[in-house]
């Protein structure tokens, strides 16, 4: 069992960054693929990026981004701490909605919400115009 929560929504313009935090619990947190996701008011939710889990403890593994957020959002994790990041810089209105953590026990990257096996409780993040 995994428990996540997210941490460091808020509200900024366009243009700016925010940088949010997943922790997770347990002693098998470097074993799953990490994954964000987000959705806006009306939507579906949807992948934003993954990233492999590490094969060891003191590298990260291999990432992959939606293609709206590509070049803008860099995700991390930190095994040490149990904790993946999501890095946000220029941030647009569309990016508006909420963001959740999510882990999955597969050996890949994978960007199905049904391929994720945990989920936090989400953060807001709002971008003004």
């Known amino acids: 069992q995994v428990q996540l929560v997210e941490s460091g929504g808020g509200l900024v313009q366009a243009g700016g960054s925010l940088r949010l935090s997943c922790a997770a619990s347990g002693r098998t947190f470097s074993r799953y693929v990490m994954g964000w996701f987000r959705q806006a008011p009306g939507k579906e939710r949807e992948f934003v990026a993954a990233i492999r889990r590490s094969a060891i403890t003191w590298r990260g593994g291999d990432t992959y981004y939606a293609d709206s957020v590509k070049g803008r959002f860099t995700i991390s994790r930190d095994d040490a701490k149990n904790t993946v990041y999501l890095q946000m810089n220029s941030l647009k209105p569309e990016d508006t909605a909420v963001y959740y953590c999510?882990?999955?026990?597969?050996?890949?990257?994978?960007?199905?919400?049904?391929?994720?096996?945990?989920w936090g409780q989400g953060t807001q993040v709002t971008v003004s115009s």
């Open positions: 999510a882990a999955a026990q597969t050996l890949g990257i994978v960007i199905g919400t049904d391929q994720y096996d945990y």
